[in-house]
C-alpha cells in the first residue's frame, strides 16, 4: 500500500515544471470562472428580491390609500347627513338611532370591522 502512495507522489516529483504551471493556471481560471458565476448569481437574486419587494410595498400603499379614501368618503357622507338632522332639530334618540343604524351598516360592508362614530355638538 505504501509502495502505491509514493509511486502516485513519484509522479509529480519527476513531472515537468510547465505542466504544474498549466494545471495551476487552470485551475485558477476555474476558480475565478466559479467566484463570477457566484458573484452574478447573488446580484440577480438580490435584484429580484429587491424588485418583489418594491412590489409588495406599493400594493399595500394602494390598498391602505384606497381604505382611507372610503373611510373618508363615508365619514363626510355621515356627517352630512347627520348635519341635516341637527339642523332640523331632531330629537337626540333620532340621532342615536341614525348612528346605531349606520354603525350597523359599516360594520356590515366591512365584514365585522370595528367602525365607530362620535358625534359632539352645542348641547
Known sequence: MRNLFSDDWKILK?????????????TLLF???????????????SNQTEEIGQMQLEN????????II????????IASE???LIS???????????????K??????LNGVC???YIANKD
Do not use: P
Open 82 to 84: 347627520a348635519e341635516i
Open 115 to 117: 367602525f365607530n362614530v
Open 60 to 67: 399595500i400603499r394602494v390598498d391602505f390609500e384606497s381604505k
Open 70 to 77: 372610503y373611510s373618508e368618503n363615508a365619514t363626510m357622507q
Open 31 to 45: 476558480l475565478l470562472v466559479i467566484a463570477m458565476n457566484v458573484h452574478l448569481i447573488f446580484n440577480m437574486t
Open 14 to 26: 519527476t513531472g515537468k515544471s510547465s505542466g504544474f504551471a498549466i494545471i495551476i493556471v487552470i
Open 88 to 102: 332640523n332639530d331632531n330629537l337626540q334618540e333620532n340621532l342615536m338611532e341614525f348612528f346605531i343604524k349606520k
Open 104 to 109: 350597523l351598516e359599516q360594520k356590515k360592508l
